[in-house]
């Protein structure tokens, strides 16, 4: 198709003449297009995390708090404290909030493998986790977890896990794939709605529900993949995948 002189003459003094692609999408639309999914969709998972972990109280002042970081392996939280945006990563603003997180936690992780210091290993799919670890039972004041649950093959399992760990009015910050390009890590099984994990842990613990709803700030990237987890996805005319949103749950045991 031909794109009209004008319209070229205007891309190219706005500098968007390399990798532009005109596409006129001809595909019906289905269903009512001004209906709402029921959930908030302009959240920042990132902001709001951060938000929640470095304000929260655990309620005795001056005294150091728990925070554990399940599926975290390198153990530097990146994306909670350096994220300005999806693939969006500030050293200062890392450092700034890296500063503040140090001054009121202690760190531990959770992994399939030895990682580091502060590291509880094992699988939090297993039966037997928290009898494994008994000194981890009620300590933590926050849990979270970025990305991990969508690769748990027993999630109801790890949802139990993880409230056994929490102390009385501790948080939980679940960030999961709502819609996401398959990726095993090491395997890929689910996805979540907030209601979705909202139900996982309701059915092991009474919990209150601070935050709920969808990032899909990265909506509209053009993600295929890297290779190296079975995560290559096939190309159409728009591209590869351009559909990621990203749930955001963030609750209180009660």
């Known amino acids: 198709m031909n794109i009209p002189r004008k319209i070229c003459r205007y891309l190219r003094g706005n500098g968007l003449r390399r990798n532009f692609k005109l596409i006129f999408d001809r595909e019906s639309a289905v269903g009512n297009i001004s209906a709402q999914c029921g959930y908030k969709t302009d959240i920042d998972k990132e902001a709001i995390s951060r938000k929640y972990v470095l304000e929260y109280n655990s309620g005795f002042s001056g005294q150091r708090m728990r925070f ?3 599926g975290g392996r390198d153990g530097k939280l990146s994306y909670l404290l350096g994220n300005v945006g999806p693939l969006q990563f500030d050293p200062e603003t890392y450092e700034r909030y890296a500063k503040q997180f140090r001054a009121s936690y202690d760190y531990f992780g959770v992994d399939l493998r030895p990682a580091g210091p502060n590291v509880l290993v094992g699988d939090v ?5 928290a009898v494994d670890h008994p000194d981890a039972i009620g300590t933590f004041d926050v849990v979270y977890s970025n990305n991990v649950f969508e690769h748990f093959e027993r999630p109801w399992i790890a949802a139990r896990t993880i409230a056994q760990l929490m ?10 794939p ?5 990726h095993e890590d090491p395997g890929d099984y689910f996805r979540y709605t907030p209601a979705g994990i909202i139900k996982l842990f309701d059915a092991v613990e009474t919990m209150r529900v601070l935050e ?3 990032d899909i700030r990265a ?5 295929q993949g890297g ?4 995560d290559i996805v096939p190309l159409d005319r728009f591209g590869a995948w351009r559909e990621t949103w990203y749930t955001l749950v963030i609750l209180q045991k009660l």
């Open 68 to 70: 554990l970081d399940v």
């Open 125 to 129: 799919c297993d039966d037997r986790f």
């Open 167 to 176: 102390k009385r009015g501790a948080i939980c910050i679940t960030v999961v």
């Open 178 to 182: 709502f819609a996401q390009r398959y």
């Open 212 to 214: 709920a709803g969808f």
């Open 219 to 223: 909506r509209r990237y053009d993600w």
């Open 227 to 230: 290779g190296d987890s079975n």
